[in-house]
């Protein structure tokens, strides 16, 4: 039951962008091992810029 | 014997839903309980998801679970990135799921409740779900481009212009019409205007909060907005109480629109975190957590529905919108059964979550199936209304009259018994003034909502109930709004780039501004007609919405269909061929009649003419023939846009027909531009659960 909740609760964060950075920390590590990550506050500028130069939402 | 136990299940399935589709289309007592709605919906998507979708899935499209997706491929970790089935769905259905499906059905109910019913579901299975699946499958076959990308690289550049041109034509008709529904909702309600506006600086809190209080604590934000959003509704009761604050709020149709047009040019340029992104999280909660309510409530409280199967105005006399069942019912309902719209977000933006195509049939089919039941219950909460209060709410002052006794004496006249101490009473019990001529479908939407919400968990609250399903429907309107505006706004630095490459550039403040304004006047335009036509401008608006909506499907499909014919599967090219073929007829014939019919309630060069004729006569009221003017031009406009939809969609059509034809004589037509198969080294099921 605990661990359902904790998906949930997970899939909660992950569906509005609340661990985005998390996520965005375990790309770099994986990936961009070379360069400095950025700070919580910068990445969340740039990803909530990028987010919004597309059409998301319809009618 | 396993196999012969879920045979048995499915044909049970299928029993249970024809007998259900039976009832409520044989069914001609006083009522019907809405649970018959909701079960014939549950069992027509569970049998057309399990054979239909996964039939297409399998045979048509051959998804190919071993092959990597643009997601997997193109892996950057911001946009491009393989995630959990579960949160695209959720992604996908928050961006598909808009006011359409709730507008669409409230406005076709005047036909009774059977025929939006049927459409709803039929259209959807067979229509609105295969074409976002399609649509998602082919762009993630392709690098997850957009459909006007596709449309160019597989038709020609004349489809992709059509496509891009249709796109940016929709945008504005929707964006006004959707101003239209909010100004109506407003228009002297000072509660509702309050709420409404309170919205606006929540946003800003919230906005500011993730911005520079705590840096990407969205739950955290998200979670004190939606406290500040219920206290908003219960301060507009305050205000609405309070002698010297309800007059700020207490406006004309008009002023609002003003206000209206002010707040999408100031989303448009300002930055997004502080509007635009914590606007769209908190209506997104809402929204899902209020369809989720009303569900709960309809399952709990299985409401009677007291509207006819099917009503007189068929025959085209409907005080709503004019018009006959065939073509306009199908117009209307638009977004519920099949809406263009969903092509975008299914091309571009949601391939580049996808983690395996074997997905595909959930996200594509089974979202529109939920948006699809979306629109069910927005039927139900339109039709559980008594008819004669149903109409009384959204008949127009300019059909019924306006003065209470005349409307309900007309209304009365119809079949629809209702008084106007029944209306006073009910606008009390909502908190409002006055409940007559509030067209637009919101209002009439909150008070069924509000009464089905008020039966299910408490009737003392109703004036709150109402104001919050207000608030509900006008926080995701303004969110289609201004996301809208931005998104045109673009749109149009993009093209005037091309001709002059300095306008191009999304961030040049004079070229933000200019495209910003021109973006906000077009739409502004077609909502100051609409805001100051007497017949409430529902009845104008909506059809256009509907024909572009419609008219940007047939696009979507028509790339589908040449696409599977270019990939050697003419044998199967009707399951994208057919509806399309639907969509062109009832686009084509409700065009035809909104261009050439005499009926100055249904043709548009006929409304100017008669209007032009009674100007010349002097038989028009002062105030009348100081407008006629505009509505005279605006008339003319309409008709043009329609005929200019309806060239588009032809052109797009015919020149899908011409690379079909070439293609099947051996002639030489563009390449398929599918990207080249690699296979997929995500390991089984890593993001999966």
Redesign the interface.
Known sequence: MLSKIKAFWRGVRQLSGDDAYERYLRHHAAHHQADIALSKAAFFKQWQDEKWNSIKRCC | MNKLLKNAVWILIAALGAAAVGGIALNRGESINALWFVTAALCVYAIAYRFYAAWIAATVLVVDETRATPAERL?N???F?P??K??VF??HFA??A???PLVGPTLAAQFGYLPGTLWILFGAVLGGCVQDMVTLFLSTRRDAKSLGQMARDELGALGGTAALIGTFAIMII?IAV?GLVVVNAMKHSPWATATVTATIPIAMIVGLY??SFR?????EA?ALGVVLLLLSVAGGGWIDENKTLRVWFDQEGLTLAWWVMAYGFAAAIM???LL??PR??LSTYIKLGTITLLAVAIIMLQPEVKMPAVTQFIDGTGPIFGGKLFPFMFITI??GAI?G??A??AS??TPKLLTNERDIPMLGYGSMMLESFVAMMAMIAATVLDPGVFFAINSPAGVVGKEAVDAVAVISSWGFPVTVEQMQLLANQMGEASLFARTGGAPSLAVGMASIFGSAFGESMLALWYHFAIMFEAIFIL??LD??T??GR?MLQDMLGNIWPKMGE?SWTPSVVLTSALVVAAWGYFLYIGVIDPNGGVNILWPL?GIA?QMLAAIALSVATGILVKSGKLKYAWVTGLPLAWLVTITSAAAWEKITSDNIRIGFFAAANDLADKLAAGVLLPEKAAIAPHLIFNLHLDGWLTLFFVALLWLIVLDMLRVCRRYLTGKPVLPLSESPHSPSRLAEDWVR?
Do not use: E
């Not at chain 2, 840096?215 to 739950?219: D, F, N, R, T």
């Open positions: 892996d970790g911001r946009d990135v995630t959990n579960w949160i959720g992604h961006a598909i808009g006011p359409g929707l959707l993730m911005r840096p990407g604590q969205v739950l998200s930055p997004v975190w635009l992104a769209d999280y638009a977004c809406s719209f969903h975008l977000i571009g933006t969110t289609t996301a809208g931005r998104v673009f999304t919405f909506n659960d």
